[in-house]
């Protein structure tokens, strides 16, 4: 079967880093993507990886390992506006979205 | 733009009650979907759509139906709602089936109790 696994929940501090790691075991792999969900509403594009690699997005790293079926979406100088969940997803041999459950980020002061 | 848009925000339906949860999108996207989520779990695919006219099941398709008379419009329909549809339903677009740089847009979600 297809999977995806991500902590369920994590607590940082504010102005801290934190690291949210995700692995997958699919079939076949297409690309992963992270996205940011805040309570109560549609889960929003953050970033998306298909090679090996670190992607930066301002305060937001993406990395990827394929071999490794692991990446992680790193977070800097955190804000408590980063309270909210992220999901992992990968995009699988027919092109189709494997989600994983989500990561609660609890940002504290 | 307005992305994508869904009604209603929320909904209450007794057992047995069918209805229709709308979207739309007007962003001129080919491929149109829809997910629901329960808690602790990841969103899951219940159909979706390449095109007008096309449609496809997802990995949850039971108890749902869809059609696609349009690029804009992809309604969801819920017949004889059970407890076990009792989640949070997001629709969602893309221009892309590659996904490359083509991430999905989604709706605010429909909140969905069925008692």
């Known amino acids: 079967g297809q999977n995806i696994d991500q902590p369920t929940e994590m607590t940082a501090t504010e102005g801290a880093i934190v690291q949210i790691n995700c692995t997958y075991q699919?079939?076949?792999?297409?690309?992963l993507f992270w996205y940011q969900q805040h309570a109560g509403e549609a889960p929003t594009f953050l970033s998306y990886n298909v090679l090996d690699g670190l992607e930066e997005k301002g305060r937001f790293s993406s990395f990827l390992s394929r071999s490794k079926g692991y990446s992680y979406l790193l977070l800097k100088e955190l804000q408590m506006k980063d309270s909210a969940s992220y999901l992992c997803?990968?995009?699988?041999?027919?092109?189709?979205?494997?989600w994983g459950a989500g990561t609660k980020l609890i940002i504290k002061p | 733009n307005a992305g994508v848009t869904q009604t209603p925000k929320f909904r209450i339906l007794k057992i047995g009650q069918s209805m229709t949860l709308q979207c739309t999108q007007d962003?001129?996207?080919?491929?149109m979907y829809w997910y629901r989520q329960d808690p602790g779990m990841g969103l899951k695919l219940i159909y979706y759509?390449?095109?007008?006219?096309?449609?496809d099941k997802g990995e949850v398709p039971n108890g749902y139906n869809v059609s696609r008379s349009t690029t804009e419009d992809f309604p969801l329909r819920l017949e004889l709602a059970a407890p076990s549809q009792t989640s949070v339903y997001f629709c969602a677009s893309s221009s892309s089936r590659d996904q490359n740089n083509s991430p999905l847009h989604f709706g605010n979600g429909t909140r969905l109790t069925v008692t």
């Open positions: 699919t079939s076949g792999f297409n690309g």
């Open positions: 759509s390449v095109g007008a006219g096309i449609t």
């Open positions: 997803a990968v995009v699988d041999s027919n092109y189709q979205l494997i």
């Open positions: 962003m001129n996207h080919n491929y």
